[in-house]
């Protein structure tokens, strides 16, 4: 079972960035996929982009040109570059992996954006 751990969220002004980071707890190097998913009060939780281990990279329309995905393999890391942030990324951002026929599930790490 792959743990995933993930941290960087906090408090920014709109315009700013945040990188969270997502450690997971054995090699990536052979998981399918990982990527972000987030969770904004009263709403479902919805893509923001993933990466598969093979480098495609696919954003919701959201993010795009503002959010950048990346993967460290030697770290077992996955990174999400978000700039431009507004008011409306508010939300619980979850990293998760997917390999084989199952889907692992970090903590969440919460990003609030001010106006």
């Known amino acids: 079972q792959v743990q995933l751990v993930e941290s960087g969220g906090g408090l920014v002004q709109a315009g700013g960035s945040l990188r969270l980071s997502c450690a997971a707890s054995?090699?990536?190097?052979?998981?399918?996929?990982m990527g972000w998913y987030r969770q904004a009060p009263g709403k479902q939780r919805e893509l923001v982009a993933t990466?598969?281990?093979?480098?495609?990279?696919n954003y919701a329309d959201s993010g795009k040109g503002r959010f950048t995905i990346s993967r460290d393999n030697a770290k077992n890391t996955v990174y999400l570059q978000m700039n431009s942030l507004k008011p409306e990324d508010t939300a619980v951002y979850y990293c998760?992996?997917?390999?084989?026929?199952?889907?692992?599930w970090g903590q969440g790490t919460q990003v609030t954006v001010s106006s």
């Open positions: 998760y992996a997917y390999r084989g026929w199952d889907t692992y």
């Open positions: 054995e090699s990536i190097f052979s998981i399918n996929r």
């Open positions: 990466e598969t281990s093979g480098g495609s990279k």
